[in-house]
RNA sequence: GCGAUUGUAGUUUAAUGGUAGAACGUACGGUUGUGGUCCGUAAAACGGGAGUUCAAUUCUCCCCUUUCGCU
């Protein structure tokens, strides 16, 4: 009962696992499949929050660990919330910060009771723990929390991945009973919504009891994350199939950190719902850009005189308006207008083509559709 | 004209009587729950000539050159 209000699946293609749906949170409704713009620092870098709006992406995702450094959920929860903040008033979505983990600018060691952090600016030694990470979270008042979960590196060992498979669902339930307990009293429609994240790399007997123990749960939704580290995407397709199976397939399914759009197309047809990276952005910035025949490498001297949009065939205001040898020139001087054109045209690209693949799903024609993009996107 | 001074990748520079390093720029590659403008690889230089020396970018001389001063 509770969950369907959460998730409704409104259509699921004839030919394969992709389905279209409707997630509801206390700041609207959304249709998914969607991807989700990074905004860490409470930012999607250089791109506003109207331009957002402009591109179609009616949902981001900043980082509790970052924003609790600075500057600090008080301020934010004082200035209404990160809905108010940032003047986005879409659906808002925070990561716990578990993946900074492994940067190790951040990252001092974990126990069964949380996670030392070091603020790097300062030095400052913080403890982190599920419960701590669920307050802060709330107190950004986003419309979706993540778990704090441990995440181990790709080329880790099967035992330290076990541990952090260990750690993440011992962190899960004690996120959820912390959750459940702070927003007790708010009424069901103005609640919190809670994700659970799995773990255990690309071995699949980690990955099942990960999401075996998680699904016990009863989390709103269910998060893939430990990928985009270095496998392959066929071993990544192989586990998000697994997960698949065993998961109800009335909860919406975040794979975490995936961008680019093949990845993404191949991950909607197991029946991912949610996505989100810093792919189209980091990428625009350094040059790589997105076309319908596959990334298009800017900064490559063959693109000084061009006169052509970065891609004929996008629709956005800047194919509309810029040519690929004016972009070029601004990102080769640095012009942080330069960045501003290809963030805006990457994450257009990759929003538009979820977007028609929910309109495929709907013909039950995304297979088709699916199978066209891929041919002549040559990577 | 005289005196001093300078000359090393495209640019700014380092070191050295025995394999000339770097930074920026250039070319190409990478990039996946972002600490902004990141990371990697490659191509690329001793102003010209003569002499001393086993060996000269380095020491000596001449020419050219840079900058400064004096007539």
Redesign the pocket.
Known sequence: MESQKVFQITHTDSKTKARTGLLHTKSGTVKTPFFM?????A?????NTPQLKEIGANVI???A??LH??PGEKLIKKLGGIRKFMNFHGINVT?????????E??YLKSNDIGVH?????NGDKIFMTPEKNMEIQLAINSDIA???????MYEESKTSIKEAVRLTTLWAQRCKIHHSKLQKLKPKNRQQLLFG?T?GGIHPDLREQSIKDLAKLNFDGY?I??????ES?KEEMKIVKLQKSILPENKPIYL?????PI??LEAIGLGVDMF?????????????LFTSIG?L?L????Y?HSKDPIDKKCDCFVCQNYTRAYIRFLL?E?E?IG?ELA?YHNLFFLTNIIQQARGHIKSNTFSKFKKDFIKSYK?
């Open positions: 713009p990074v905004a860490t620092k930012a999607a870098k250089f791109i995702i900043s980082n660990l970052i450094l600075n990561d716990s910060g578990g993946f900074q983990m492994y940067s600018s951040i952090f070091k603020n790097p600016k993540m778990c704090l979960d441990s995440m181990p994240i773990q998060s994350g430990g990928f985009g580290l270095g995407w975490m950190g995936i961008g680019s990845e993404i989100d990276s810093r792919l189209p952005t980091q990428n625009a910035r350094r040059g790589t990334p490498k900064l490559n001297k063959k000084e080769r640095q942080p960045k963030s990577n």
